[in-house]
Antibody, heavy 118, light 111 residues
Framework: EVQLVESGGGLVEPGGSLRLSCEAS????????MNWVRQTPGGGLEWVSA????????YYADSVKGRFTVSRDNAKNSLYLQMDSLGDDDTAVYYC???????????WGQGTPVTVSS | QSALTQPPSASGSLGQSVTISCTGT?????????VSWYQQHPGKVPKLLIS???KRPSGVPDRFSGSKSGNTASLTVSGLQAEDEADYYC???????????FGGGTKLTVL
């Protein structure tokens, strides 16, 4: 059974940093592009970042480019998101999501909430 | 990276059909056959319903179907059931610079 378990969310002040982690199991992690997708309090989904199997290709939404850094450790079946210079607009539930071959998202973790507030 | 445009709400009666639109541009929806649709019930995580415009993953009922014409993709739910009441989101690949964009979501109400 595919499982994606996020951790690392929480309350952080504006300008602060957080590092999210996602531990994967039930599939060959190194074979898949992995993504972070967030859902704002208003309910909308926003794709945040993607990392290719070999980490050679990294992709970011314009809204987080230069502030967020995605990484993975295939030996540990883990995905990470380093988030710096956090602002109010970054408040959301962050999902770790497995990417399909056709730019679809076929398995989602339960999400970890991030709240940016003073 | 502009979000794709979806109607905020849609509704239909039990047993009827409803279609939800997802409008993009010639740079995203119109350029690639990589439109996906997701269903999200309250308090649950999104579930993949349709990929590559028309393909249903295993386990998704054939009441759900997808299509695309030009810059607009559509999700049709036929034979509406009470459990279809949920939020629906579209997404598409939009090229290497943008990667993926989502629609704003549509709340489907089954009357």
């Amino acid at each position: 059974e595919v499982q994606l378990v996020e951790s690392g969310g929480g309350l952080v002040e504006p300008g602060g940093s957080l590092r999210l982690s996602c531990e994967a199991s039930g599939f060959t992690f190194s074979y898949y592009t992995m993504n972070w997708v967030r859902q704002t309090p208003g309910g909308g989904l926003e794709w945040v970042s993607a990392i290719s199997t070999s980490t050679y290709h990294l992709y970011y939404a314009d809204s987080v480019k230069g502030r967020f850094t995605v990484s993975r450790d295939n030996a540990k079946n883990s995905l990470y998101l380093q988030m710096d210079s956090l602002g109010d607009d970054d408040t959301a539930v962050y999902y770790c999501v497995r990417g399909g071959l056709k730019f679809d998202f076929d398995f989602w973790g339960q999400g970890t909430p991030v709240t940016v507030s003073s | 990276q502009s979000a794709l445009t979806q109607p905020p709400s849609a509704s239909g009666s039990l047993g009827q059909s409803v279609t939800i639109s997802c409008t993009g541009t010639s740079s995203d929806v119109g350029a690639y056959n990589y439109v996906s649709w997701y269903q999200q019930h309250p308090g649950k995580v999104p579930k993949l319903l349709i990929s590559e415009v028309t393909k249903r993953p295993s386990g998704v009922p054939d009441r759900f179907s997808g299509s695309k014409s030009g810059n607009t993709a559509s999700l049709t739910v036929s034979g509406l059931q009470a459990e279809d009441e949920a939020d629906y989101y579209c997404s598409t690949y939009a090229g290497r610079d943008t990667y993926v964009v989502f629609g704003g979501g549509t709340k489907l109400t089954v009357l």
